[in-house]
Every structure is written in structure tokens, then in C-alpha cells.
């Protein structure tokens, strides 16, 4: 054979070598391991699994406690199959042994089947086989295996275990204990993935059993992922539970726009109507955002787009109200307002598709709107995403992660396990600057206190201590910037932020911006031009009663801007609102015309996570009542104002984007719905120069720290049934020393007054706020803490007085 | 108080302090609250969690393991009644619904003074002295209907104090290591070379 190939060839090939003799010998692969797998020669990994090399070679092996994304445990025993490494073939757990050079594996022979059949009848002992009444028949790994690997029959004759059902494990997750194979994926989701060690076995022997403490419920955030992993149906969620058959569902995929993570995820349906939410893991090694998980507000919301509330027709402002309209009479009613208006506002954008956001502002374009924003100035400039951008892949790899932003549990929650996940299992070390505990405190390397207003000299020490300064230098660093605390105005946060990149100038930045595609809003053209023409001034404007016409697409200021008060006047103030919204919200009631707006998994589209990533929106559901996606609202309104914008569909809205956003060139509709999605990255610009006014000592007792917990007043927590009692309510947090010397009981109402108001509030004992501050959280039920923020002044000072 | 009292708190951060992982100072330290109360009970185990920095769900998850620990009151006195084979071939049964009868109560509960705890347990090891008992786990040895009436007259009568403590007691003599004479905990990741009993061959040596 060696004979063979011609003459010219193997010369070429002799005078190459002649040159380079030794080097044609390739090196070979130090990771390669060659190992035998059902008699095919195959090249595996050095280190992985034998179950994580067949996967890869589409030699299926069946399992239920294996999980590509957790550590193996070995607990089901399912995965046996024989391995002989030279000692003679052994029944081995494919899951627990790595693989070795020369190793023979052999998952189908007699022996190993035996085996499989063995495991499947063992654990189907106990287990009910209620298939027909249990959520999980026709979607289950017990019962598709049972099928594909099991004996067909049970020797079983006996009673079979049965427990009281079911038992809640938290607001959200139903467990049926005796369905339960004690596989472990769920306990181990909880410990290694989540961080949240609420759930164990029990009473371990023969009546192991999952369990919480008692009066402890499983009350993670990541709690529905335990459901979406279960191999059986022992874990089921509230919200789903009887609601369908897995033959009956219709899925499809899309992204998560609750936050700006922007979570690869299923939507399911059946008979138009929205039942659930997964995660989709796109595979080990290509998927770079969510891995398959998802925090429960992104799982459960969909409830509110399905929970009655919607709106439905345009509204319009008259004596009795707010009352239904056509879509003619109010586009020609928004004709008037628009053409009638001298000086417009336009905020929001940031709730929808990048379409959505692009059209808006290719209108406020035409009619020159010079005021607009995707942020209610509780976020940070938009010039933060004219930094080079890194990627969360690119963070989570990263040697050092510099946070100088929000609490990511509460605002970026899968975020948070991403990095979580580099500082528990990789080599990521966390620096926090922050002015409370936080989720991701426990896992920081160093977590460095400071009070409200952190100045850019006390970062500058911080980072020049030296062995910070050398761990900062031993690689790569990447910024997470956000806006850690709303009673501090932008410009210091900013401060904040320039502070470190001018210490640390090769940083990238990952911004840890809120809203669902705020990221796509801003860099599709409804950025402010600059601070005098963002938010917050454009609300000072309308409250002075210097703005025509406010224009809110997806924007509830008075909820959720940090200076309620100032939302309120300019509502009030502005001559005319217009509200373009998919649920009815504070500031749509106040609204002098409302457009409905199709929600999410209504319309198609692309969403542009916090990394850039551009992925694919798809429609599942048919749109509620008349109400339209934005790009079309934004269309039709320019079409009656006599402007073009040449969009009849929205894959015309995703070309022009393409075509015209240079970041967004290579966003074309094919490479968007690849797996990995497209970056879109305008890079250049930079943080703009901002003086940094260092917070001074006043006469009041503590400073003010109000940020978000993942549960709020947003209308789309508050109008999902399942989400709507998780809401801690409102509150004055102190440290338990502080609380002691106010000398009230917990609970007990107290006056803050800072220079700009006053708000009566209960008293919370609370050791993750540091002593000195008032940590409030924001925008939850009961008194308003913003009430007593000032958006003008650095950061906010407050004193407590008692009521009795 | 079902917390740690503060004496047994201070003795709890001795015994956390012996180890180079504050968690493996669990099982320990629900033997001291079990020893405070008589038994387990749900405060203790969040204190516990408190201490070690962990959550309650995994002290209750590790300690439900242990046939040992109970987490509901439990009497001054338990009385395990042995049913296993030779036991059972003895009058084990009779003797179970005898003390039944005597104690007013149904095995698995405890008098209403608080006193005495009755339950069924399994083999004891000690076949040839069937049927058995224990007290707090000290034997008592072929039992008949009398010699039980007799032990709880005598455990009522406080005849027992010296020789049977209270549930949950443990040894008298508690471990003191004084700080000089300690091995010095490690911690599991820290450790860089095998255990001193293994001989570590050098590379290329003999």
C-alpha cells in the first residue's frame, strides 16, 4: 500500500523533508487519548468522561444523574458499560471513569445490557408508573430509556413506596417524592451550579429523600432549572404543572429579553397559548451565553403577557377617561401631537427587538427628535459601549473580573452563575466594589466595602495595593460596569467606572446594563446625543413644562426611574404622553393616548445582549387583541406624517439594520440564526470626561444605597401569578449594630429624611448592609424610597427619625 | 433555649477551630446540641449552620443520616426494645407491649412527665442474652415483664443517676489538645505532598 501513490508526489514530499527531516513527524496531540469504543478506534479527550466521548461520537449511553454541566457523581449506576483496560472487560460506570490510552469500551454486548436492564428494573421498583397523569410522560429520560434500554418487564410484585403529594419546595417547585430516582441532579444544581444549598437529601438510607429544611424553602432564584433537569417527574413547576401534554407542545426558539443577558431559550405553546420556558444548552463547547440555564423571573414572566391584562386596542385620553379608540383615529391623533409639538421626548425602546428600537429611531430621525433615551437614568452612558467589549466567555476566562456594578444575583442573574462559575471551578478571580454584601461576594477574592460614592482616588489606592496590582497584572481583566447603587448620581458612577480603566487600561468592558435589549436601543440610534439630552433631562424638561410631547415606548418612568418624584412632575408637566406598551402600567394610566404593542414571543425579531450578541427573536403565539410590534407602530406613525422609513416587513427592519449600522454588517439573518448568534460591537469613543465631585460628610447619619432585587413592581413580575408574592416589599435595611442604636423593633416604621424629602419606612435588621448606610430596595411595594432621591446630587444622605 | 448555650458555643469554636474545614465540625457539634437538649432540635441546627457556614439544609440532610441523633424531645431516658431474631424468638414482642402497658404509652413516644422514651430498635448485638434492652444505650440483659417494672421504678426513683446519664450525654472525659501538641489542621487543598506513613520515591532514584 505504502507503494502505491506516484512518483511525483512522495518526491515533493522528500524535498520538503529534506529541508525539515525531523519536523514532518506531527506532535502528537497531548490531549488526544485514543481509546476503542464498540470496536471503532476513536480519539477522545484527555480527562473527559467515557460517557462525554461516546456522546461526542453518537454512541448513546443511557443515564440520568449524568449531566454534561455538573460534576458526575455516579448515583443512578444506569450508564454501566464495559471497559477493559487490559485487565479483561469490567462493568464500569461510563460517568466516573475518565479515559485512558488503549482503553476498550463496549456499551451494547450481553453483559452490559444486562446490566442496564438490571438498573432500569431496580429503579422502577419504587416508581409509580402514573405516566398517564404525570407531566413528564412523553418527555421522560425514565421512560424513553425504559423503552430503549429497559427489560420490558418487572419480577416486582409487591407494594409499591407512597408519600403524601405533592410537597412544595418553594414557590414555584412541586416535588412527588416517591417518582423521585435520587439521581442527584437537582441537590447538585443547587450546591454546585446555583450556589444555593437549600435542598438535600434526608433521612439517607432507605427513605432518602430530597428535602429542605423545614420552614426553609428552596427560594433560589434558579429553582425552575432543578424542574428542567429532573430525569423524571418527580420536580414539577406551579405554573405548568397539568397544564399540557409534552405531545401536544409546539416550541420554538428564541431569547430571553428579561434581561440583558439574553438567554437562549424555548418557548412552548399549545393551542396559542405560552405554557413554558427552557433553557437551551447549545453544547459544551459552542454555547457561550447561558449554558441551559435560566433564573425564574426569565422562566416564569411569561405569565404576565398571558394574564388577561394586556392591552389590547389603542386608548385615548377623554373626559371619562382613558377609553378604546381605532388604530386610525389614533394614528391621526399621534399625527397631531407629533406635528403639533415644538419639542419632543422620546424614552425607552430598550424593551423590545432591535427592530423595534431601530425604526423608533429612524422616526425620531425624521421628525427630529432631539431628546431620547433607552434608560431611565438608572443605568450608565451609552459611550460605556464605545469600550472594547468583552464577551462573557471572555469574562469567565478572564484571570481577574473587576465589578464595579450592580449585585449581578439580583439584575443579571445567570450572568452571576457564568462568573460564579469561573470563580468556583476555573481560575477567575472576582474583585467587587461594592457598598453591601452581594450574591457574589462569597465567591470574590477580594471584596472591598465602600461607602455611597465611591471616588475614583479610593479605587485608584485600592488598585495600586500590591498584591491586587499583581494579580491584575498576571493577565487579562475584564470590567463589569453598571450602576451599583441608584441613590448615587450617573456621573459619579461613571467616575467610577474611568477610574478603574484609566488603571487598568487594556481592560475590557462588559456592561451590566439592565433592560432586555438596551444594548441593541443604544446602539441602534436612541443613545442620547449627550447628558443634556438623555432621561433625566428630558424629565426635567417636561416637568418644568417645557416639553410638547413625551413619547414612552415600553416606559414606565414612574416606576422605574431612580427620581420618582421627578417622573411624576414631568409626566404630569409634559403637554402630552404618548404610551406605547404591552401591559398597563402607572405611567400608560396617565398616558393621553396608548398604543398597544405586541409582547414577547408575539413578533420575530433580533434582540443585542450585553456582549453585543445579536440573536434570534421568534414568534410563537398570535399577537393579543390588535396590538402591533413597535417597527410597525413606528412605520405607520411616519407614514402619516408623510416620511417613509421603507419598511413593509420586519425582515426589511433587520436588512436596514444590516445594511446601515456598521456594527451590525454581519448581523444578516442566516449568521443570526446560527447558534452562536452575530456580535455586534461599535467600538470607538470611549467614556466621555466627567467630573468626578467626591462625596462629601454632611450632618446626616447614614448614606443611601437603593438597587434592585431580581423581584420588583415591574409589571411583568407583578402580573404573572407566580412571581407576584416574591417581592421582599419595601423597606430601610440597617446594619443589626445600627439598628440596635436606633432602638425600634424590626418591622417598626421610621421617618428617613434626606435634604429632598422624606418617607415613612418599616426597619429591617439586615447583616449584609454595611454599618453607616441605609440600603433600600428599589421600586417595591409600599413607601416610595425614591421619593427621597435627588438625581442632581452625588449621592444621597439621610437621617432616621423615630415616629412614637 | 434550643440554641447552643453560650458555654457550648465557646466549646463549639474550640472543636471547629481543630479542623482545616470548618464543616467537617458538623457532626460533632450536633452530638453537643443533642447532648444540651436530649435531642436535635431545629434551632440547633440553624445555629449550627451559623457557625460553620453552611446552610441548615445540610446539617439536617448529613445528621438525618444517624440513626443516633433525634429530632423530636426525647425523655431523659431512651429505652431501645430490641425485636430482632433471637429477641423476637425470646418474647420480645410481649415484653414490647409490656412496657406498653406499664408506661402508658405506645412505643415511639414518651411519657407525658418527659421521663422516658420507648421505641423498637433492631438487633443489639447480643443474641444470647435475648431479650435486650437499652438505656441510653447501656444494655440490660434478659429481660423479663418484672425486671423492666423494676428499671423503670428504679429510673423514677433516681436509683440509675450514677450509672445512666441523661440522653444525649456524652463521654465524661471530654478531648483536650493543647495548642503545642496539636497536629495543625491542613487544608485539603494546601496539602502538596503524600501522607507522611508513604514513602515518596524521588524521580530517578533507587
Redesign the interface.
Known amino acids: 500500500m505504502s507503494d502505491e501513490p506516484d512518483n511525483d508526489l512522495t518526491n515533493e514530499d522528500d524535498l520538503v523533508a529534506a529541508d525539515t527531516a525531523v519536523e514532518t513527524i506531527p506532535e502528537p496531540d497531548p490531549n488526544a487519548v485514543a481509546i476503542t469504543l464498540n470496536g471503532r478506534e476513536i480519539v477522545a479527550r484527555k480527562g473527559e468522561t467515557i460517557i462525554a466521548a461516546a456522546d461526542r461520537e453518537g454512541e448513546y449511553i443511557p443515564r440520568f444523574c449524568y449531566h454534561p454541566r455538573m460534576s458526575s457523581v455516579g448515583m443512578c449506576r444506569q450508564c454501566m458499560v464495559e471497559v477493559d483496560t487490559g485487565r479483561g472487560p469490567m462493568l464500569q460506570p461510563s460517568c466516573m471513569i475518565t479515559v485512558l490510552p488503549e482503553m476498550k469500551v463496549e456499551t451494547n454486548t450481553p453483559m452490559a445490557k444486562r446490566a442496564q436492564e438490571g438498573i432500569l428494573e431496580l429503579l422502577l421498583i419504587n416508581h409509580p408508573l402514573d405516566c398517564p397523569v404525570c407531566d413528564k410522560g412523553g418527555e421522560c429520560p425514565l421512560q424513553d430509556q425504559t423503552l430503549s434500554h429497559g427489560p420490558g418487564e418487572s419480577r416486582f410484585v409487591e407494594e409499591k413506596r407512597h408519600y403524601e403529594k405533592p410537597i412544595a419546595l418553594s414557590e414555584h417547585v412541586l416535588l412527588d417524592r416517591e417518582r423521585c430516582i435520587l439521581c442527584d441532579r437537582c441537590t447538585r444544581f443547587a450546591d454546585e451550579v446555583a450556589g ?10 432507605n427513605a432518602t429523600q430530597v ?6 424553602p428552596f427560594s433560589s432564584y434558579f429553582s425552575g432549572n432543578t424542574v428542567q433537569i429532573c430525569p423524571v417527574g418527580a420536580l414539577t413547576a406551579k405554573p405548568y404543572r397539568f397544564k399540557a401534554r409534552p405531545w401536544d407542545l409546539e416550541q420554538v426558539e428564541s431569547t430571553c429579553t428579561s434581561c440583558s443577558v439574553g438567554c437562549r431559550i424555548s418557548v412552548h405553546s399549545s393551542r396559542d397559548e405560552l405554557l413554558r420556558f427552557q433553557g437551551v444548552d447549545t453544547g459544551a463547547d459552542s454555547d457561550s451565553v447561558n449554558w441551559g440555564w435560566m433564573c425564574d423571573r426569565g422562566r416564569f414572566n411569561f405569565e404576565s403577557i398571558e394574564a388577561g391584562h394586556r392591552l389590547g386596542v389603542p386608548l385615548v385620553r377623554s373626559e371619562a377617561g382613558l377609553v378604546d379608540t381605532s388604530w386610525n383615529s389614533a394614528l391621526e391623533l399621534a399625527r397631531q401631537l407629533i406635528d403639533g409639538a415644538s419639542s419632543i421626548g422620546l424614552l425607552g425602546g430598550a424593551r423590545g427587538t432591535n427592530e423595534g428600537a431601530f425604526a423608533w429611531a429612524q422616526l425620531a430621525d425624521a421628525v427630529g427628535i432631539a431628546h431620547r433615551d433607552a434608560q431611565l437614568g438608572d443605568g450608565l452612558s451609552a459611550e460605556l459601549l464605545g469600550v472594547p467589549r468583552a464577551t462573557i466567555n471572555q469574562a469567565a476566562a478572564a484571570n481577574t473580573v473587576i465589578l464595579v456594578g450592580p449585585d449581578l444575583k439580583e439584575e443579571l442573574p445567570v450572568l452571576y452563575l457564568r462568573l460564579r462559575d469561573a470563580a468556583v471551578h476555573g481560575h477567575t478571580k472576582i474583585i467587587e466594589f461594592s457598598s453591601q454584601s452581594t450574591g457574589i461576594t462569597r465567591y470574590a477574592w477580594r471584596s472591598i466595602r465602600h461607602a455611597p460614592g465611591l471616588g475614583p482616588v479610593e479605587i485608584a489606592k485600592t488598585l495600586a495595593d500590591p498584591t491586587i496590582a499583581a494579580q491584575i497584572a498576571s493577565g487579562d481583566v475584564v470590567l463589569v460596569a453598571g450602576r451599583s447603587n441608584m441613590a448615587v448620581s450617573e456621573a459619579t458612577a461613571l467616575a467610577a467606572v474611568q477610574a478603574v480603566l484609566s488603571a487598568v487600561p487594556n481592560a475590557t468592558v462588559l456592561p451590566a446594563l439592565r433592560r432586555g435589549n438596551v444594548v441593541g436601543a443604544l446602539q441602534l440610534g436612541l443613545a442620547p446625543v449627550d447628558v443634556d439630552h438623555d432621561a433625566l433631562a428630558t424629565l426635567r424638561l417636561a416637568a418644568a413644562g417645557h416639553l410638547d410631547l413625551l413619547v414612552l415606548l415600553g416606559a414606565d418612568p414612574i416606576n422605574d426611574c431612580p427620581d420618582a418624584d421627578l417622573a411624576r412632575r414631568a409626566i404630569a408637566g409634559a403637554r402630552h404622553v404618548i404610551s406605547i406598551d404591552t401591559l398597563p402600567s402607572e405611567s400608560t394610566q396617565q398616558a393621553d393616548l396608548v398604543f398597544p404593542a405586541a409582547a414577547f414571543a408575539e413578533q420575530r425579531g433580533t434582540t443585542t445582549n450585553l456582549e453585543g450578541r445579536v440573536s434570534r427573536l421568534n414568534q410563537k403565539v398570535t399577537v393579543h387583541g390588535t396590538a402591533r410590534p413597535d417597527w410597525m407602530i413606528a412605520s405607520e406613525l411616519a407614514s402619516v406624517l408623510g416620511h417613509d422609513l421603507g419598511f413593509t416587513s420586519i425582515d426589511d427592519v433587520t436588512a436596514a439594520i444590516a445594511a446601515t449600522v456598521p456594527a451590525y454588517a454581519s448581523a444578516t439573518p442566516t449568521a443570526i440564526d446560527s447558534a452562536d448568534g452575530v456580535l455586534a460591537v461599535n467600538t470607538g469613543g470611549g467614556l466621555p470626561s466627567v467630573e468626578a465631585t467626591e462625596a462629601q460628610p454632611s450632618g446626616y447619619d447614614y448614606r443611601l444605597v437603593v438597587s434592585r432585587k431580581l423581584y420588583d413592581r415591574a409589571v411583568s413580575t407583578t402580573m404573572s401569578p407566580s412571581l407576584a408574592k416574591l417581592p421582599i416589599g419595601a423597606g430601610a435595611h440597617l446594619h443589626p449594630a445600627d439598628h440596635d442604636r436606633v432602638g425600634e423593633p424590626d418591622g417598626a416604621e421610621v421617618r428617613l429624611v434626606s435634604a429632598s424629602g422624606s418617607v415613612v419606612l418599616p426597619l429591617v435588621s439586615d447583616d449584609t448592609v454595611q454599618r453607616g448606610t441605609i440600603w433600600a430596595p428599589f421600586n417595591q411595594a409600599g413607601a416610595d424610597i425614591t421619593d427621597i432621591v435627588d438625581s442632581s446630587t452625588a449621592v444621597t444622605d439621610v437621617r432616621i427619625e423615630r415616629l412614637t | 433555649m434550643s440554641r447552643l448555650n453560650d458555654s457550648n458555643v465557646a466549646l463549639a469554636r474550640e472543636i471547629i477551630a481543630r479542623y482545616p474545614k470548618q464543616k467537617s465540625a458538623l457532626i460533632p457539634l450536633v452530638h453537643l446540641s443533642q447532648q444540651q437538649n436530649g435531642y436535635v432540635t431545629e434551632e440547633a441546627m440553624r445555629h449550627i449552620a451559623e457557625l460553620i457556614n453552611v446552610t441548615p439544609a445540610e446539617v439536617y440532610g448529613t445528621a438525618s443520616f444517624y440513626e443516633m441523633f433525634r429530632f423530636e424531645p426525647t425523655g431523659k431516658y431512651l429505652i431501645n426494645m430490641c425485636g430482632t431474631l433471637s429477641c423476637a424468638l425470646l418474647g420480645a414482642k410481649q415484653l414490647l407491649h409490656h412496657a406498653e402497658h406499664t408506661l402508658g404509652i405506645k412505643a415511639g413516644s414518651t411519657t407525658p412527665d418527659g421521663l422516658i422514651t420507648l421505641q423498637h430498635a433492631e438487633c443489639q448485638a447480643a443474641c444470647t442474652e435475648a431479650p435486650t434492652l437499652q438505656v441510653n444505650y447501656r444494655h440490660r440483659f434478659r429481660v423479663t415483664p418484672a425486671d423492666f417494672d423494676q428499671l423503670v421504678d428504679d429510673l423514677r426513683a433516681g436509683k440509675l443517676d450514677n450509672e445512666i446519664p441523661p440522653h444525649g450525654t456524652l463521654g465524661r472525659n471530654r478531648q483536650q489538645i493543647p495548642a503545642d501538641r496539636a497536629v495543625g489542621a491542613q487544608h485539603p487543598d494546601d496539602v502538596t505532598s503524600g501522607p507522611a506513613w508513604i514513602e515518596i520515591v524521588p524521580a530517578g532514584g533507587e
Not at chain 1, 196 to 205: M, N, S
Not at chain 1, 211 to 216: A, I, L, R, V
Open positions: 444555593d444549598k437549600l435542598i438535600q437529601f434526608i433521612e439517607r438510607g428535602s429542605t429544611f423545614p420552614d426553609e
